[in-house]
Structures are given as structure tokens and as C-alpha cells.
């Protein structure tokens, strides 16, 4: 009965934080929260907007086409056209670099993130490039 309870209450966030950001750039409320959305699993379908944490990493990343993982065992998490990363506006909550592969997913100014040299930098110009390709869209936070 305890249980049934917690993942009522749980899914009630899930859904509530869901709704909120939905249609919101900024991420950063659903990265401090990140604990409330379930690990990504490969046998599973996916819609469009569905959020799960990567089982390697534990970040958010947000589907952008609907698929089966079950029927497409090659499509997976991974897979840069299906899903994108969050990033956030606030330093605190900043995630590791990932390569952006498109708009959908390009960095926007006023966004952090953790560069492979372990320095959190802020986006000061929306970019699909790193700080070492393309230095006058980053600044040191």
C-alpha cells in the first residue's frame, strides 16, 4: 500500500513538472528533478516529449520521434535524431557537453555546460559548436 502511494505521488510530480516545462527552453527545473523520471529501457515505446534518464549517465534527454526500441533494437537512446539533451540557465545544474547535431538541440545563450577540461562555461551566443571551435559563443562561468 506504501508503495502504490509513493509512485502515485511520484507520478503526480513526474507529471505536474512535465506539464510546467513542456514548452519551455529553459530546462533547468526538470534537471533539478531529474530523480523523478525513469531510466531509459531499450524494449520499450517512446513518444514524442517522453523524458528518461541515459542508464550511463543519468541525465535527461527528451525523445523527439515516436518508435518502438523493441522492434528497433538499433534505435536507442544514443541515437542523436530521436533524442536531445536538456541543458539548463542556471551554473548549478549545468551538464557535461554534448554535441548538438542540429537546431533542436544547438546550445542558446544564457545555458551552461561542463567542458572536458571540467570548467563549467556559459553560452553567450546560441551555437552548435564547442568553446574550442568556436570560442567567441562561450565565456568561463
Known sequence: MMNEALE?????????LMAEIADMDDKTEG??????????E???TYEVG?????????NPKECMTSY???????WTIDTATLWKPWH?????????????????????AGEYMIWADGQVYKCTQDTN???TEYAQAWEVA
Open 68 to 74: 518502438d526500441g523493441a522492434s528497433q533494437p538499433d
Open 88 to 108: 539548463s540557465r542556471k551554473k548549478e545544474y549545468a551538464l557535461p557537453w554534448e554535441a548538438p547535431t542540429g537546431a533542436h538541440d544547438m546550445y542558446k
Open 42 to 44: 531499450q524494449n520499450h
Open 50 to 58: 517522453d523524458v528518461r534518464l541515459h542508464p550511463a549517465t543519468g
Open 31 to 40: 534537471i533539478a528533478c531529474k530523480s523523478l523520471f525513469p531510466l531509459y
Open 129 to 131: 559548436f564547442s568553446p
Open 8 to 16: 502515485s505521488v511520484i507520478r503526480y510530480a513526474r507529471n505536474r
